[in-house]
């Protein structure tokens, strides 16, 4: 509901924005035809009358008329689009607030799948915390059913150690939580290490044997605010408003309160309001310079230009009206990082261009900096935007002139090769991936990657508009693999909008006390996605690429030749069965690449994954390990 009421939203604010800009047209076409009505008019009554004293008389009434009119259109005209570029800005700033909020509930969320892995606990949890830690962070806790048990940092959190559920003060809104399966936010409150800061609380709840959810407890962030988005308020403020963002205390209060501002009051405000973590989150917005534009002016002109002056001031009001108009559109289509265009340019760019040439090849590029977010951190945000800069540049440097670029946002960009075909781009793609590109800090030159995916229409999707995604979904691919590398689109999957969580997956995997295994849940297309490189290694493979091929990417080739059919049924009988709780449990001998067998466990549970169907998440022990575990015993 919450995605359609935007939709709406944004669907007004364009047709509003569509009727500002035919009214200014019209306006502008029927100021000119007065003119000539007028010039007409003149000369009717000069023959008419031939009286030279009514001729300034009526130029200077027909004049002031013209002026007066023209005036009022321009004011009115410049005061809309004023307003109409307040509300877009309050509308993209409010997504980049909801965006940096989500930066907390992410962690939450991840703290959440180790746990659900786990079946309900998490080793390590201090180290597990310490890597999840951001600079906006004040603790990360975990409360198995309801209680407080673990804090990171520990020091000075003691006091945090409380049964939610029940407390005086966070007892409904816990409860609320837990009842509705949802996330939830409290605050702000003030923090006992001084500053506010916002609670936000992730339920977790597990799949027990007869397949039910049962409440394990949250995973819970304490996120410190205003600095979770001041770079997004100081942006707003640069960028010439003023501002105030309040929320409502939780879900279950109306009472609100201030998260930051730079002006307590603002005169009749621009408004976004959306909903997030259960709050209603309100951002008011207003142009510091206030809403009076151009009235200055309007005194005098009115009170003595002649009619040879005002038209001189009417043809140099138009072009600086149309001149403003352009370079708004000009900054509305385009990023202010980098130069490119941003994705509204994009998709009007790519229209205009299929219209021109409907029958054309084209390649679609999505890319992006590999580990960006490191680049930001050890290097500052300043060293960030100069890899953004570099990638662009090394994108106009590498494709044609008449090839579309974009930045997207954050780190990710795309690009449409107009007129080509795959088979003609892959060089240029394959040698603009692996350029080496390079930034300073201190006067030392740092290395940075990119990864890069890229599909052909009609080859790949029958829809232009579907080319970004399917070159997103191959730029997955890449990132599943190892990074910095690029590959094209295989038409294997569904196209779908990849979720930037999924890049955690090796991170993850590569913590987990075991080898890891994904594969397709199938009982003749088994196909392998993913091995952690514990499994890889474990198998005598030196990559993931090597352990593809070793498998011809089979799980059944994993398995001894004698065992295969034996363990294959095992499996997809206990799946099939009510109890088994989409678990499997099953020994067999592990074939490694060197022709040798080792004694196994695998643990195994099937996932529907939106991608590829039905998977197997597998967990897999070598038994010698254990066996000598517990002969120490």
């Known amino acids: 509901m919450g995605n359609s009421l935007k939709s709406e939203k944004m669907k007004d604010c364009q047709t509003e924005k569509n009727a500002i800009e035919y009214r200014t047209i019209y306006g502008t076409e029927r100021n000119r035809m007065q003119i000539e009505e007028t010039d007409e008019t003149m000369r009717f009554l000069q023959k008419q009358y031939n009286k030279k004293w009514m001729l300034p008389l009526l130029t200077f009434v027909v004049g002031c008329?013209?002026?007066?009119?023209?005036?009022?259109?321009?004011?009115?005209?410049?005061?809309?689009?004023?307003?109409?570029?307040?509300?877009?800005?309050?509308?993209?700033?409010?997504?980049?607030?909801?965006?940096?909020?989500?930066?907390?509930?992410?962690?939450?969320?991840?703290?959440?799948?180790?746990?659900?892995?786990?079946?309900?606990?998490i080793d390590n949890f201090e180290k597990v915390s310490e890597n999840l830690m951001s600079d906006f962070v004040q603790s990360i806790q975990i409360a198995p059913d309801g209680v407080v048990t673990e804090i990171y940092p520990a020091e000075g959190n003691e006091a945090g150690k409380i049964d939610l559920l029940h407390d005086e003060k966070r007892g409904e809104i816990c409860r609320y939580g837990r009842d509705n399966n949802?996330?939830?936010?409290?605050?702000?409150?003030?923090?006992?290490?001084?500053?506010?800061?916002?609670?936000?609380?992730?339920?977790?709840?597990?799949?027990?044997?007869?397949?039910?959810?049962?409440?394990?407890g949250f995973t819970i962030v304490i996120i410190r605010v205003p600095e979770i988005f001041e770079e997004s308020v100081q942006a707003l403020t640069e960028f010439g408003y003023d501002y105030c963002l309040t929320k409502?205390?939780?879900?279950?209060?109306?009472?609100?309160?201030?998260?930051?501002?730079?002006?307590?009051?603002?005169t009749n405000p621009v408004t976004y309001t959306f909903e997030f973590g259960g709050c209603t989150f309100n951002l008011a917005v207003t142009p510091k310079d206030g809403w009076k534009q151009g009235r200055?002016?309007?005194?005098?002109?009115?009170?003595?230009?002649?009619?040879?002056?005002?038209?001189?001031?009417?043809?140099?009001?138009?072009?600086?009206?149309?001149?403003?108009?352009?370079?708004?559109?000009?900054?509305?289509?385009?990023?202010?990082?980098?130069?490119?265009?941003?994705?509204?340019?994009?998709?009007e760019q790519i229209k205009s261009a299929i219209q021109d040439t409907p029958d054309a090849h084209c390649v679609g590029i999505q890319t992006d900096i590999d580990d960006f977010k490191f680049i930001n951190d050890m290097y500052g945000h300043e060293a960030g935007d100069t890899a953004l800069?570099?990638?662009?540049?090394?994108?106009?440097?590498?494709?044609?002139?008449?090839?579309?670029?974009?930045?997207?946002?954050?780190?990710?960009?795309?690009?449409?090769?107009?007129?080509?075909?795959?088979?003609?781009a892959k060089e240029k793609i394959e040698k603009f991936t692996m350029q080496p590109r390079y930034i300073t800090q201190n006067g030392e030159k740092r290395p940075f990657y990119i990864s890069l995916g890229y599909a052909e229409y009609p080859k790949d999707c029958d829809d232009v508009s579907e080319l970004i995604r399917c070159a997103d979904m191959a730029l997955y691919a890449v990132k599943l693999h190892g990074k910095h590398s690029?590959?094209?689109?295989?038409?294997?999957?569904?196209?779908?909008?990849?979720?930037?969580?999924?890049?955690?997956?090796?991170?993850?995997?590569?913590?987990?006390?075991?080898?890891?295994?994904?594969y397709i849940a199938d009982k003749t297309n088994d196909r392998i996605l993913f091995a952690n490189q514990e499994?890889?290694?474990?198998?005598?493979?030196?990559?993931?690429?090597?352990?593809?091929?070793?498998?011809?990417?089979?799980?059944?080739?994993?398995?001894?030749?004698?065992?295969?059919?034996?363990?294959?049924?095992?499996?997809?009988?206990?799946?099939?069965?009510?109890?088994?709780?989409?678990?499997?449990?099953?020994?067999?001998?592990?074939?490694?690449k060197d022709g040798t067998y080792r004694p196994v466990f695998d643990h195994g549970r099937i996932v529907k994954n939106r991608y590829y169907g039905n998977v197997f998440y597998v967990l897999i022990m070598d038994c010698a390990l254990i066996d000598s575990y517990y002969d120490k015993m």
Not at 394 to 399: E, I, L, T, V, Y
Not at 401 to 414: M, Q, T, V, W, Y
Not at 565 to 592: C, H, L, P
């Open 65 to 121: 008329l013209i002026l007066t009119a023209f005036i009022h259109h321009s004011y009115d005209t410049n005061r809309k689009q004023v307003r109409m570029i307040t509300e877009l800005n309050a509308s993209t700033y409010a997504e980049r607030l909801r965006d940096d909020m989500n930066r907390g509930v992410a962690i939450a969320d991840a703290l959440k799948a180790i746990i659900i892995s786990g079946n309900g606990t």
């Open 182 to 216: 949802c996330v939830t936010m409290q605050g702000p409150f003030d923090l006992k290490q001084g500053g506010r800061g916002i609670a936000v609380r992730y339920p977790v709840y597990l799949e027990v044997a007869d397949g039910n959810p049962v409440f394990w």
């Open 248 to 266: 409502t205390v939780s879900p279950l209060s109306e009472e609100r309160e201030r998260l930051s501002f730079s002006k307590e009051d603002l």
């Open 296 to 347: 200055k002016i309007l005194p005098n002109l009115v009170l003595g230009f002649f009619i040879v002056l005002f038209l001189t001031g009417l043809v140099a009001g138009i072009l600086v009206i149309e001149f403003h108009r352009e370079a708004l559109k000009k900054i509305a289509i385009t990023d202010p990082l980098t130069g490119l265009l941003n994705r509204d340019g994009f998709d």
């Open 389 to 424: 800069r570099i990638l662009a540049q090394s994108m106009r440097n590498a494709f044609e002139k008449d090839a579309i670029l974009c930045r997207n946002g954050g780190d990710e960009f795309s690009a449409v090769l107009i007129g080509m075909t795959e088979a003609e």
């Open 486 to 518: 690029c590959c094209a689109y295989e038409g294997n999957y569904k196209v779908q909008n990849r979720s930037r969580l999924g890049f955690a997956l090796q991170d993850v995997s590569r913590n987990l006390p075991g080898a890891f295994l994904i």
């Open 535 to 592: 499994l890889i290694e474990f198998a005598g493979c030196k990559d993931f690429d090597e352990f593809l091929a070793y498998t011809d990417q089979r799980f059944r080739n994993l398995i001894h030749p004698e065992e295969q059919d034996a363990v294959e049924t095992s499996i997809w009988e206990q799946i099939d069965s009510e109890k088994s709780g989409n678990n499997d449990y099953v020994k067999f001998r592990f074939a490694k």
